[in-house]
């Protein structure tokens, strides 16, 4: 299974990105993620909790998202999204999507519950001052 993220990009303080993450299997389809959601990873930082979503709750927001952010799930196209808004240079980072406890189904129609991690490969979102 892999977490496919799009939509970063250099944008002007003040401005809009919209970022989306995709997961699908090549030999597997997934067809449940219990949590989604977006971290995000500053030139000599720690890696830190942006949004996510866990399974049966509502959206859960860092500090510093709420009121800018918003993340959504798609549980049918299996995406997660995180629209950004009035963007601060200190929001520049690499973005990276994450999922844990997916349930798979492979081509003899056995399911699978995975109870690990998984990452995107990360996007780089860079804001101007």
């Known amino acids: 299974v892999q977490l496919q993220a799009s939509g970063g990009g250099l944008v002007q303080a003040g401005g809009s990105l919209t970022l989306s993450c995709v997961a699908s299997g090549s030999v597997v389809r997934v067809v449940r993620i219990d949590d989604v959601g977006w971290y995000r990873q500053a030139p000599g930082k720690d890696r830190e909790l942006v949004a996510d979503i866990r399974s049966g709750q509502s959206a859960n927001y860092a500090d510093f998202a709420k009121g800018r952010f918003t993340i959504s799930r798609d549980n049918t196209k299996k995406t997660v999204t995180l629209q950004m808004n009035s963007l601060k240079p200190e929001d520049t980072a690499v973005y990276y999507c994450?999922?844990?406890?997916?349930?798979?189904?492979?081509?003899?129609?056995?399911?699978?519950?995975?109870?690990?991690?998984?990452w995107g490969k990360g996007t780089l979102v860079t804001v101007s001052s």
């Open positions: 994450h999922a844990h406890g997916l349930t798979t189904i492979d081509g003899m129609g056995n399911y699978v519950v995975d109870g690990e991690d998984y």
